[in-house]
């Protein structure tokens, strides 16, 4: 765990004091995409590999889907609630 944060602070080090030029900055953003789409692609391939998940699947749906509408619903109450209070204190 160390090394990944260590290499991501030298990264960060390295990336603000260069300042490369755009054709690296292209280059960089190419291996960027490629890194992710590697990793995507392990992720699911073990994902795909967990049998306990796939078993599981639907019922975890379930959860995912109930817990979204639930944040999503809250969260929009909350938000129209503070914007009434914060209205009415301006008026």
Same mark, same amino acid.
Not at 31 to 41: D, E, K, R, S, Y
Not at 49 to 56: G, V, W
Not at 83 to 90: L, N, Q
């Given at each position: 765990?160390?090394?990944?944060?260590?290499?991501?602070?030298?990264?960060?080090?390295?990336?603000?004091?260069?300042?490369?030029?755009?054709?690296?900055?292209?280059?960089?953003? +190419?291996?960027?995409?490629? @890194?992710?789409?590697?990793?995507?692609?392990?992720? @699911?391939? @073990?994902? @795909? &590999?967990?049998?306990?998940? &796939? +078993?599981?699947?639907?019922?975890?749906?379930?959860?995912?889907?109930?817990?979204?509408?639930?944040?999503?619903? &809250?969260?929009?109450?909350?938000?129209?609630?503070?914007? +009434?209070?914060?209205? +009415?204190?301006?008026?």
């Amino acid at each position: 765990m160390w090394s990944i944060i260590i290499v991501l602070i030298v990264g960060m080090v390295i990336g603000a004091n260069l300042k490369p030029k755009d054709s690296v900055k292209k280059a960089i953003s +190419k291996l960027q995409f490629i @890194g992710v789409m590697i990793l995507l692609f392990a992720m @699911g391939a @073990g994902l @795909g &590999l967990n049998e306990d998940l &796939l +078993k599981n699947l639907k019922s975890m749906g379930l959860e995912a889907f109930t817990f979204a509408v639930l944040t999503s619903a &809250l969260s929009i109450f909350f938000v129209y609630m503070a914007s +009434k209070f914060i209205v +009415k204190e301006r008026s």
